[in-house]
C-alpha cells in the first residue's frame, strides 16, 4: 500500500515537472542517448586498440614460431618420419624427441593472441552495429 503512495507521487511530481518545464523529457532522453554514444564510441576505439595490437602480437609470434621450429629441429624430424617410414620401429623415442623440439611457449603465446584478436574484433563489430541502432 505505501509502495503504491509513493508511485502516485512520483507519476504526480513526474507530471507537474512536465507542466511546469515542457520539454524536460526529451532533455533527458536526449542526454541518455549521447551518454550512450559517447560511452559506445569509448569501448570501440578501447576494442579497436586492442585488435590491431593482438593482430600486431600475433604477426610477430608466427614469425617466432617459424623461426622457433627452424631452430629446433622439428622439421627435420618431420622429413625423417615421411621420407624413412622405418623410423617408426622406434615411435616412442620419436615421439618424446618431437615432444621436447615443439615450442610450446611460442605456441601458446601466438593462441592467445590470436584468440585475444578474434574477442576484440567481434566485440568492435557488435558495438558497432549497437551504435548504429542507437544513432
Known amino acids: ?9 512520483i507519476t504526480n511530481m513526474i507530471k507537474n515537472y512536465n ?9 533527458i532522453i536526449s542526454e541518455i542517448k549521447n551518454i550512450e ?16 595490437s593482438s593482430l600486431i602480437s600475433t604477426i610477430i609470434l608466427a614469425l617466432d614460431i ?9 622439421r627435420e624430424y618431420m622429413s625423417l618420419i615421411f621420407s624413412d617410414i ?7 623415442e620419436l615421439a618424446m624427441t618431437m615432444a621436447e623440439t615443439i615450442p610450446f ?3 601458446a603465446m ?11 574484433a567481434l566485440t568492435t563489430i557488435k558495438l558497432q552495429v549497437f551504435k548504429t541502432a542507437v544513432i
Open 37 to 52: 554514444r559517447r560511452s559506445i564510441l569509448i569501448k570501440q576505439f578501447i576494442f579497436g586498440l586492442v585488435s590491431v
Open 19 to 27: 507542466q511546469i518545464l515542457p520539454g524536460l523529457e526529451q532533455d
Open 110 to 120: 601466438a593462441l592467445g593472441a590470436l584468440a585475444m584478436f578474434v574477442w576484440s
Open 86 to 92: 622405418s623410423i617408426l620401429t622406434y615411435w616412442k
Open 66 to 74: 617459424n623461426k622457433a621450429f627452424s631452430l629446433s629441429g622439428t
Open 1 to 9: 500500500m505505501h509502495q503504491n503512495s509513493i508511485d502516485l507521487r
Open 105 to 107: 611457449l611460442s605456441l
